[in-house]
């Protein structure tokens, strides 16, 4: 039982509509640490790697803190945003694409811009194991395996009880700056930071998304 409200939706609706939210993110509203940790609460019972659940979540409220992971973030988006690989020259061969990908970087630019008065950053963190010294390319998998199912069970009751996140990847490329910030001892990775507010309105709906037909095969390539 939730000491919170919670939105009235099904199953399916929370599935699919539940939104990157950027510029609907409530900048101004206070969100209570105590449903932060009624969302990590229903997150902890994700599926993890092995039941090993080396799992580490810092909920960041104090303005301090949030103010210098804007500075490294808004720093870093503005080198995403001018390099080869920017979200809005995605897809030029394509115009309705490239139209929905200009939409997401303004909304981006606006988070990049915005973040430190978002009032909690939930920065889920991973704990290596088994001996690893570092997280590489052979060894990802058990630990994203483990990390990323609890932040979507966090992003999916954050999102039942009227607050929006997003998914950013921006933080990851200032890896030193953030275990700086955050205080991270060496065998523990930051996996993403997720902005966390109340949302402005209540029209979620299924995004676009490219036909079934076009990325489901069976048995082969």
Known sequence: MSAY?????????????????????????????????ECLEIAVQAPT??????????VVTD???????????RRTWELIAASPFAVADRFKD???????????????AYLAEHIGEVPV????????IDGDDRLTAENANKY?????PATWSYMLAARSRGLGTTWTGV???ADDEMRA???LPDHVYHATTIPTAYYIGATFRPATRIPLDDVVRFDRW
């Open 144 to 148: 994203w395996s483990s990390i990323m």
């Open 181 to 183: 910030i955050l205080g």
């Open 5 to 37: 409200p919670i939105v009235d939706l099904s199953t399916d609706a929370l599935l699919t509509t539940t939104r990157a939210v950027r510029k609907r993110l409530d900048l101004t509203r206070p969100v209570p640490v105590g449903l932060i940790l």
């Open 121 to 128: 950053l939930m920065i889920p963190c991973v704990e290596l």
């Open 49 to 58: 790697s092995a039941n090993v659940q080396n799992w580490s979540f810092i």
């Open 94 to 108: 394509d115009p309705a694409r490239n139209r929905q990908q200009h939409k997401v970087s303004d909304s981006a």
């Open 63 to 73: 303005v301090g803190q949030r103010r210098a992971i804007a500075e490294v973030y």
């Open 171 to 173: 933080t990851i490329m």
